[in-house]
C-alpha cells in the first residue's frame, strides 16, 4: 500500500493515478499484484502485463530500468556510448521504444532506433554492427497480448547473464522514484534505422545457408505457407525467402496485419497447435508441403509438414532443431569442412538427438542451462577458437552461425525451406528426412507440459512443488530406475548407484533432471518469464527398420502419457 500510495504523486500522469486509486478502491487482488514486488530480470529479461505499478510494463517502471541500465553502462565501460533499440508489434512497444531512446539520448548515447517494427534478432545483430555498447528489444515474445517486455543485450549482441544481469538490477534498484530518471537533455542524439539496415542483416544470415543452390532452383516453386501471426516477422521473412529465390509462398492475409491485439488467434505462441489454426487451413487449400510461423517478435518459428497420410502435421521445436542441425552437419561434411574445431550447442531440456547427431559427425556438443543467453555465452567464450554451427532448443529457437548471438526465426525459416528443397531433390518430404534421422540417430521423443499458477499464491505454488521434489526426489519412473539427480539449483550430481556427487559446471538455476537407466529423462523448472512451472519428458527406443516407425511411435506416446500422469498427480 504504501508502494502504491506513492504512485498517487503528481508526477505520475493523470491516467496511471486513476488506475492506481481505482484499484485501491474496487480490486485489491490486482493492486496486490501490481505493487507486491519489482519486475525483475529472467531469462527473457523484463516482462510483465502492462499497467500502473511497481510490478507492470509502463512508461515509468521502463524509464526506471533505462536510467539504471544507462548508468550501469557509464560506471563499467568508456565513452563514446552507444545503443540499438528495436521493438514488436505489441500495444505501447513503439513508446516504450521511444522512451527507452530518448532516456539514453539524455544520458549522452547516439541511439540507433529503427523506425518501425523488426525482429528481435535484427537487433541482435545491430548491436555488433555499429558496435554499440548495449542494445534493447522491446518485446515480450509469445505472451499473450497483456504483456510487454524489454530484453537487454550487450556489446556482443546476446542478452545479458550474470553477473552483468545482477548489476544491472543492482542500478536499477538505485533509480527510487521516476524523478531520477532524465527523460530529456543530455548530449546523445538518436538516429534512424530503417531498409539500409535490413539489407546489411540479410545479407549477412543468408550467407551462412544457401547450401544446396542446384535443390533451391530445381524446387524454387515449392508450396509453402508463412504466417507472422500479426508480428514483426512480416517485414523480413518474406524478403529472406524471396532473396533465396522461392516464389511459392502463400500468405495468411488476416495475420499480416500487425495487431498486438492478435485479433485471430488465443495466443500468438507458434508452440500451440492453436495458433497455427488458420495457416494449417491455408496448406490445405494450397497443398503446401510446408508451414512456417513464427512469434511477435520473430525469433521463434513453428514448422508443419505434409505427412504419409497427406495431413498438416506439427513438428516440435526439438525436431525442427534436429533436422536441420542434421543437414548443416550433413552439407559441411560434403563440403569438407568439418577440421574437427566445430561445436553446436543446445540447452538441458533439449532432446540428446542433437548430441547424437553431433556425435556422429565428430562435432563437438554443448549443454547449456534454459535460455539462448547461455548458448551466445557459450559462441563468445569460443570466438576466435572454435567455429560455431548452429545452436537449438526445444522452444522453438534456432540460429545459424555467428552473426546474431540470439534465436532468430528469419534465417531458421529461410533454412526450413532450404532444406525441404533437399528433401525434394532427393524424392523425399521433410517427414521422410525426420523418420530417416530416428532410423538413423535413434528415436528420441519429447514432450513440454506447462501448468499456470498465477499471482503471488501461485508463485508459493511453484516454490512448493520444486521444493517437493528436491528433498524427495523419485527413485523409479515407470519402472525404471532413476541413476542420476541433477539439481542446478545447487549445482550438484547425484549418482544414485554409487551414491558419488559431482559439481555441475553451469551457474545456478532452480532446475531438476532425473535420468533413468532406460534414458527416460524428466525436467521440472519454473519458467523465467511466465507464471508457469514445467515438466520435460523425453524418452528414447531404437528403430529396427522404417516400417517399425509407426508402432514404435505409439509405444513412445504411451510412455510420455505415462510419465505425464505420474508427475501431474
Given at each position: 500500500?504504501?508502494?502504491a ?10 491516467q496511471?493515478r ?8 474496487e480490486d485489491?487482488v490486482?493492486?496486490?499484484?501490481s505493487f507486491?514486488k519489482n519486475l525483475?530480470f529472467?531469462t527473457?529479461?523484463?516482462r510483465?502485463?502492462?499497467g ?5 510494463m509502463?512508461r515509468y517502471?521502463?524509464g526506471?530500468v533505462?536510467?539504471?541500465?544507462a548508468?550501469f ?11 540499438a ?6 500495444n ?7 522512451i527507452t531512446?530518448e532516456?539514453l539520448?539524455?544520458n549522452d548515447?547516439?541511439?540507433y532506433?529503427?523506425?518501425v517494427l523488426r525482429?528481435?534478432p535484427?537487433?541482435?545483430?545491430t548491436?555488433?554492427?555499429h ?7 522491446i ?5 499473450p497480448k ?6 537487454v ?8 547473464v ?9 542500478e536499477v534498484?538505485k533509480i ?9 537533455g ?5 538516429v534512424?534505422?530503417g531498409?539500409e539496415a535490413?539489407?546489411l542483416?540479410l545479407?549477412a544470415i543468408l550467407?551462412?545457408?544457401?547450401l544446396s543452390p542446384?535443390?533451391i532452383?530445381?524446387?524454387r516453386?515449392l508450396?509453402?505457407?508463412?504466417t ?10 518474406p524478403?529472406?525467402l524471396g532473396t533465396l529465390g522461392?516464389t ?7 495475420q ?7 485479433p485471430t488467434?488465443i ?6 497447435p ?5 495457416a ?9 508441403q ?5 512469434d511477435p517478435?520473430a525469433?521463434r ?7 504419409p497420410?497427406g495431413?498438416m502435421?506439427?513438428?516440435?521445436g526439438n525436431q525442427?532443431?534436429a ?5 548443416l552437419l550433413?552439407?559441411?561434411k560434403?563440403a569438407?569442412r568439418?577440421?574437427g574445431?566445430e561445436?553446436?550447442v543446445?540447452?538441458?531440456v533439449?532432446s540428446?538427438?542433437?548430441k547424437a547427431?553431433a556425435?556422429?559427425?565428430?562435432v563437438a ?5 534454459t535460455g539462448?543467453k547461455?548458448?551466445?555465452?557459450v559462441?563468445?567464450?569460443n570466438?576466435g577458437?572454435k567455429?560455431?554451427i548452429?545452436g ?12 546474431v548471438r540470439?534465436?532468430?526465426a528469419v534465417v531458421?525459416?529461410?533454412?526450413a525451406a532450404?532444406v ?6 532427393k524424392g523425399?518430404t521433410?517427414?521422410d ?8 540417430f535413434?528415436?528420441f ?8 499458477l498465477?499471482g503471488?499464491?501461485g508463485?508459493e505454488?511453484?516454490k512448493?512443488?520444486?521444493?517437493r521434489?528436491?528433498e524427495n526426489?523419485?527413485?523409479r519412473?515407470?519402472?525404471s530406475?532413476?541413476v542420476l539427480?541433477h539439481d ?6 547425484v549418482?544414485?548407484?554409487?551414491d558419488l556427487?559431482y559439481?555441475i559446471n553451469?551457474p ?13 529423462v524428466?525436467t521440472?523448472?519454473?519458467s523465467?518469464t511466465?507464471?508457469?512451472?514445467k515438466?520435460y519428458?523425453?524418452?528414447r ?9 509407426e508402432?514404435?511411435?505409439r509405444?513412445?506416446?504411451e510412455?510420455l ?5 505420474l508427475f501431474?498427480k
Amino acid at each position: 500500500m504504501e508502494k502504491a500510495r506513492e504512485w498517487l504523486d503528481p508526477s505520475f500522469d493523470e491516467q496511471t493515478r486513476n488506475e492506481v486509486t481505482r484499484m485501491m478502491e474496487e480490486d485489491p487482488v490486482k493492486l496486490e499484484d501490481s505493487f507486491y514486488k519489482n519486475l525483475e530480470f529472467g531469462t527473457g529479461g523484463l516482462r510483465g502485463v502492462m499497467g500502473a505499478g511497481t510490478n507492470r510494463m509502463n512508461r515509468y517502471t521502463v524509464g526506471m530500468v533505462t536510467q539504471g541500465l544507462a548508468d550501469f553502462v557509464k560506471k563499467n565501460e568508456a565513452g563514446p556510448y552507444k545503443a540499438a533499440i528495436a521493438f514488436d508489434c505489441r500495444n505501447q512497444s513503439p513508446e516504450f521504444a521511444r522512451i527507452t531512446a530518448e532516456v539514453l539520448a539524455a544520458n549522452d548515447f547516439t541511439v540507433y532506433l529503427y523506425n518501425v517494427l523488426r525482429p528481435t534478432p535484427q537487433l541482435s545483430f545491430t548491436v555488433r554492427a555499429h558496435k554499440c555498447n548495449i542494445g534493447v528489444m522491446i518485446t515480450a515474445s509469445h505472451n499473450p497480448k497483456e504483456y510487454n517486455g524489454y530484453k537487454v543485450y550487450g556489446n556482443d549482441g546476446a542478452q545479458v547473464v550474470a553477473p552483468q544481469d545482477a548489476m544491472i538490477i543492482e542500478e536499477v534498484q538505485k533509480i527510487a522514484t521516476p524523478s531520477m530518471v532524465k527523460f530529456s537533455g543530455g548530449k546523445g542524439k538518436i538516429v534512424m534505422l530503417g531498409e539500409e539496415a535490413d539489407t546489411l542483416y540479410l545479407d549477412a544470415i543468408l550467407s551462412l545457408i544457401n547450401l544446396s543452390p542446384k535443390a533451391i532452383e530445381a524446387f524454387r516453386d515449392l508450396k509453402m505457407v508463412y504466417t507472422p501471426l500479426h508480428g514483426t516477422g512480416v517485414q523480413m521473412v518474406p524478403k529472406a525467402l524471396g532473396t533465396l529465390g522461392f516464389t511459392n509462398v502463400f500468405h495468411v492475409p488476416q495475420q499480416d496485419v500487425t495487431d498486438g491485439n492478435f485479433p485471430t488467434v488465443i495466443s500468438p505462441n507458434p508452440e500451440e497447435p492453436a495458433a497455427l489454426k488458420l495457416a494449417i487451413e491455408k496448406a490445405e487449400e494450397t497443398g503446401a508441403q510446408l508451414l512456417m510461423a513464427t512469434d511477435p517478435d520473430a525469433d521463434r518459428v513453428g514448422i508443419a509438414v505434409r505427412n504419409p497420410s497427406g495431413k498438416m502435421e506439427l513438428l516440435n521445436g526439438n525436431q525442427t532443431a534436429a533436422l536441420l542441425t542434421y543437414y548443416l552437419l550433413e552439407k559441411w561434411k560434403e563440403a569438407k569442412r568439418l577440421k574437427g574445431n566445430e561445436y553446436i550447442v543446445k540447452t538441458i531440456v533439449t532432446s540428446d538427438l542433437l548430441k547424437a547427431i553431433a556425435d556422429h559427425y565428430g562435432v563437438a556438443c554443448y549443454n547449456v542451462l534454459t535460455g539462448f543467453k547461455y548458448i551466445a555465452e557459450v559462441i563468445r567464450n569460443n570466438e576466435g577458437k572454435k567455429v560455431f554451427i548452429c545452436g537449438g532448443e526445444e522452444s522453438y529457437g534456432f540460429n545459424v552461425g555467428q552473426y546474431v548471438r540470439d534465436k532468430d526465426a528469419v534465417v531458421t525459416c529461410a533454412l526450413a525451406a532450404e532444406v525441404a528443397c533437399w528433401a525434394a531433390s532427393k524424392g523425399k518430404t521433410l517427414y521422410d528426412l525426420m523418420s530417416e534421422v530416428y532410423l538413423r540417430f535413434g528415436f528420441f521423443k519429447e514432450r513440454m507440459v506447462s501448468v499456470t499458477l498465477k499471482g503471488k499464491d501461485g508463485m508459493e505454488q511453484i516454490k512448493s512443488i520444486m521444493n517437493r521434489f528436491r528433498e524427495n526426489p523419485p527413485s523409479r519412473l515407470l519402472g525404471s530406475e532413476v541413476v542420476l539427480f541433477h539439481d542446478y539449483k545447487k549445482r550438484e550430481t547425484v549418482d544414485l548407484v554409487s551414491d558419488l556427487r559431482y559439481e555441475i559446471n553451469l551457474p545456478e538455476s532452480d532446475v531438476l533432471q532425473f535420468v533413468c537407466a532406460d534414458n527416460t529423462v524428466v525436467t521440472i523448472r519454473p519458467s523465467g518469464t511466465e507464471p508457469k512451472i514445467k515438466y520435460y519428458y523425453g524418452v528414447r527406443t531404437e528403430i529396427p527398420s522404417e516400417d517399425q516407425y509407426e508402432v514404435k511411435c505409439r509405444d513412445l506416446d504411451e510412455k510420455l502419457n505415462a510419465l505425464n500422469d505420474l508427475f501431474q498427480k
